[in-house]
């Protein structure tokens, strides 16, 4: 379903763009591929007297995490293709490294929060972050639908409003792990 019309007239201001592309490899390991591409809609002076043009990226930032099965980051490389304040912005890229180490799944987003919060990193890299833990699940469900049916409990239950235990979704698709409100098998 879309969102509403505007009721409203409106001036378009600023885009932010955020793509993940993922690959498996041929060594058996995942890259996933981030980019976050910022742009306005009209021109605007900036410190040197030029003028930055609309649609010109403002902020072009990538971000490539390598992990493996268990989600554990393997290798990471940020780069930059635009920035406001260029070669300052973006030597925090090597920074980036240290996201190797981590995993995806155990309190990745607070991790890095402390690893890069506010000046140790740089906001929008950073941000990008924040999209990697869902996009490598749904990367690897071509893993999962390949591989015999499991007896464990589906990982995405209880994970959102649509799969909690009692949702009329689970009693529909996946009824052996169905449970109502206050009985043994839910989870509070």
């Not at 885009?15 to 592309?21: A, G, H, L, W």
């Not at 930032?61 to 493996?68: E, W, Y």
């Not at 015999?148 to 698709?173: E, I, K, M």
Request: aromatic share 8%; hydrophobic share 35%.
């Amino acid at each position: 379903m879309s969102l509403s019309a505007p009721v409203r007239a409106r001036q378009p201001i600023h885009t932010r763009s955020i793509r993940v592309d993922s690959y498996l490899r041929e060594d058996g390991l995942w890259d996933l591929e981030a980019e976050l591409v910022d742009t306005k809609a009209y021109d605007f002076p900036i410190r040197n007297g030029d003028t930055h043009r609309a649609g010109d990226p403002v902020h072009h930032m990538r971000l490539r995490v390598t992990i493996d099965d268990d989600l554990n980051i393997l290798e990471a490389e940020a780069a930059y293709e635009a920035a406001p304040y260029g070669e300052y912005c973006s030597a925090i890229a090597p920074a980036y490294g240290e996201l190797v180490g981590l995993n995806l799944r155990d309190q990745f987003r607070k991790r890095v929060r402390e690893r890069f919060g506010r000046s140790a990193g740089c906001t929008h890299v950073t941000e990008l972050t924040t999209v990697l833990p869902t996009v490598a699940i749904q990367t690897m469900a071509v893993r999962r639908r390949a591989a015999p049916p499991s007896s464990q409990r589906p990982f995405q239950l209880g994970g959102c409003h649509a799969l909690d235990l009692d949702a009329p979704a689970v009693r529909l698709f996946y009824p052996q792990w169905y449970a109502p409100k206050g009985s043994a098998g839910h989870e509070d």
